[in-house]
């Protein structure tokens, strides 16, 4: 009987060695390979961030100059302006397009 007992604990005692052998393998060729990848991807997001960064400034910068050129524009006296009622022409337009569409349902 204790022939068995011992034969039962060998066998467990390789089966459990083997399994912790190949469980650290596969942990380190794997992990590894998850490392490696993990390290490509956050590069690759780094640098799309710097990208995004860059593009923000840009945007920023051309918003600035687009808030400059209408502040002046608006500052400015627009020549031919001065006697128009934009709501009368508003009017006007509406009017016109009305009566197109009543021309062209009947």
């Known amino acids: 009987m204790t022939y068995f007992l011992y034969q039962i604990t060998l066998l467990s005692t390789i089966a459990v060695l083997a399994g912790i052998g190949i469980g650290w393998w ?3 060729y794997y992990g590894q390979t998850q490392q490696v990848q ?3 991807d956050l590069d690759m997001v780094k640098n799309y961030l710097a990208e995004s960064v860059k ?3 840009r945007l920023k910068l051309q918003l ?3 808030e400059e050129k209408i502040e002046t524009l608006t500052q400015e006296d ?3 302006l001065g006697g128009v009622d934009f709501e009368a022409y508003k009017a006007f337009e509406n009017t016109i397009k009305e009566a197109n569409l ?3 349902l009947n």
Request: glycine share 6%.
């Open 64 to 66: 600035k100059l687009s």
């Open 26 to 28: 596969l942990y380190f």
């Open 78 to 80: 627009l020549p031919g």
């Open 38 to 40: 993990s390290n490509k």
């Open 55 to 57: 593009e923000n400034s």
């Open 102 to 104: 009543r021309k062209y």
